[in-house]
């Protein structure tokens, strides 16, 4: 599977959006682009996942871009809550999710 | 609450032991899959069960191995443990045989100390 490259760390105020950043520029036509996150002490948990076109769920909005070599997570608005570690990931051929380093939110009242 | 149950929370042993971890998938799923988080090496796929049968294998040591059920429950067993092997490890299960187009769901985890 392609590789993704993330930001460390990001911190955002609670209540405003948050846009993490993946860079993915290794991407093929046929990976899925998933993100995970993981509050403190808790396991993975997903959170959208999609292959082209852009993607909201009741948690957040994946926004893709055009020649799919970079994608955002989009937190509307940012709970106290929301702070943890955000995965980016792609899938393919790969049966299982390859969890890098993410990008760690904090959120800040 | 995603579903999958994991037992025990945690696990204290001595090194040279062997323990087994236990995970029940969430009701329907047939994949269930394996990791290992430690703080050097973050989260490591260990392996995945489909439907009883093995399907996939990542970074799992010779003494670690594992095993899916008839119910689809899932043991992982760690033998000859070392002091390396005190981490978090986690289950996570799917409806099909793989992560690609689908979510999978994770469990709370077996946080398991060798002193």
């Known amino acids: 599977d392609a590789k993704t490259t993330q930001p460390n760390s990001m911190e955002s105020n609670e209540e405003e959006p948050v846009h993490l950043p993946c860079n993915h520029s290794t991407i093929s036509g046929t990976d899925y682009i998933h993100w995970y996150r993981q509050l403190p002490s808790q396991g993975p948990e997903y959170v959208i996942h999609?292959?082209?076109s852009n993607v909201n769920n009741r948690m957040a909005s994946l926004a893709i871009a055009e020649d799919r070599k970079s994608s955002t997570l989009i937190l509307h608005r940012a709970t106290l809550r929301d702070a943890a570690v955000y995965y980016c990931?792609?899938?393919?051929?790969?049966?299982?999710?390859?969890f890098g380093k993410g990008t760690s939110l904090l959120v800040t009242p | 609450d995603s579903g999958v149950t994991q037992t025990p929370k945690h696990l204290i042993t001595a090194t040279g032991q062997r323990v087994t971890l236990r995970c029940s998938p969430r009701?329907?799923?047939?994949?269930v899959y394996w990791y290992q988080q430690s703080l050097d090496q973050g989260l490591q796929f260990l392996i995945q069960y489909y439907n009883g049968e093995e399907r996939a294998k990542g970074n799992i040591l010779e003494r670690f191995s594992a095993q899916q059920f008839p119910d689809l429950h899932s043991e992982l067993n760690l033998s000859s443990l070392e002091l390396g092997d005190s981490a978090l490890y986690f289950c996570a299960s799917s409806v099909g045989g793989g992560q690609r187009n689908t979510e999978a769901f994770f469990g709370q985890g077996t946080r398991l100390t060798v002193v």
């Open positions: 990931i792609l899938l393919n051929s790969g049966y299982a999710l390859n």
């Open positions: 009701s329907g799923d047939l994949s």
């Open positions: 999609g292959l082209t």
